[in-house]
């Protein structure tokens, strides 16, 4: 039996999911990963009693807090989607309307590569991803782990968010510093950290081969729940 299975985890996680604030906050950050102050607003709750339900939700798995790649000053919250318990829990919410969809992190080679690819796969709403500082190519491991899953990416070469961005694109950014750089000028956030720095400064190709594979994982079942948010808009 895995760790997440065993009965006591289970029941810590129920307990932590049976208060109505708490659940709450899991549908607040169905679509979309939150710095604490965010949610707070967003649900209209003092930063004192927020802070108390997600330290609950924290111990018994069911949200993470990540200290931001970017600004380390800032953390976000985000849904434990590997937990099926907490993917269920969620409810399905309005639907979102949009024209096309815009994935970003800041080289445009791995993360938002692999969002845009995934979303074509079960979307009919147009998509398209981009880079706020763009690099030369798509990052070769990045198309080795599309590969895997039978995918490729959508586009040659890495574009430039001030080229790509249209009116009216829901623009999701992958990575904190793509976030921070548009000073949180997009509809949605996701928090998925940089697989290259597994393989910057010589580290171990196994290492790295991993990284890419966990930002996949991380990113496939968020796109999977805006795909069924999402309503062509066009």
């Given at each position: 039996?895995?760790?997440?299975?065993?009965?006591?985890?289970?029941?810590?996680?129920?307990?932590?999911?049976?208060?109505?604030?708490?659940?709450?906050?899991?549908?607040?950050?169905?679509?979309?990963?939150?710095?604490?102050?965010?949610l707070s607003r967003a649900l209209d709750l003092p930063s004192n009693l927020l802070a108390h339900h997600v330290g609950v939700l924290v111990d018994a798995g069911a949200v993470l807090r990540r200290r931001s790649?970017?600004?380390?000053?800032?953390?976000?919250?985000?849904?434990?989607?590997?937990?099926?318990l907490?993917?269920?829990?969620?409810?399905?919410?309005?639907?979102?309307?949009?024209?096309?969809v815009v994935f970003v992190c800041t080289a445009n080679s791995a993360r938002s590569q692999f969002?845009?690819?995934?979303?074509?796969?079960?979307?009919?709403v147009p998509v398209a991803s981009?880079?706020?500082?763009?690099?030369?190519?798509?990052?070769?491991?990045?198309?080795?782990?599309?590969?895997?899953?039978?995918?490729a990416p959508l586009s040659p070469a890495?574009?430039?968010?001030?080229?790509?961005?249209?009116?009216?694109?829901l623009v999701v950014t992958v990575c904190?510093?793509?976030?921070?750089?548009t000073d949180g000028d997009t509809r949605l956030h996701w928090s998925v950290p940089d697989p290259a720095r597994a393989s910057a400064g010589?580290?171990?190709?196994?290492?790295?081969?991993?990284a890419f594979a966990d930002a996949f994982a991380q990113i496939e079942p968020r796109v999977q729940r805006l795909a069924a948010a999402l309503t062509n808009g066009s």
């Open positions: 039996m895995e760790p997440s299975q065993q009965p006591g985890d289970r029941q810590a996680l129920l307990s932590a999911l049976a208060d109505p604030q708490r659940l709450r906050i899991v549908d607040a950050l169905a679509l979309s990963d939150r710095s604490p102050s965010e790649e970017g600004d380390g000053r800032r953390s976000y919250l985000a849904l434990s989607w590997d937990r099926p907490v993917a269920a829990t969620v409810t399905q919410g309005p639907a979102i309307t949009a024209c096309r969002a845009a690819s995934l979303f074509a796969r079960q979307s009919d981009a880079g706020t500082a763009p690099a030369p190519a798509i990052n070769p491991q990045a198309i080795v782990e599309l590969a895997r899953h039978g995918l890495p574009r430039a968010l001030a080229d790509e961005r249209r009116t009216g694109d904190d510093n793509a976030r921070e750089a010589g580290g171990k190709d196994d290492d790295a081969t991993a």
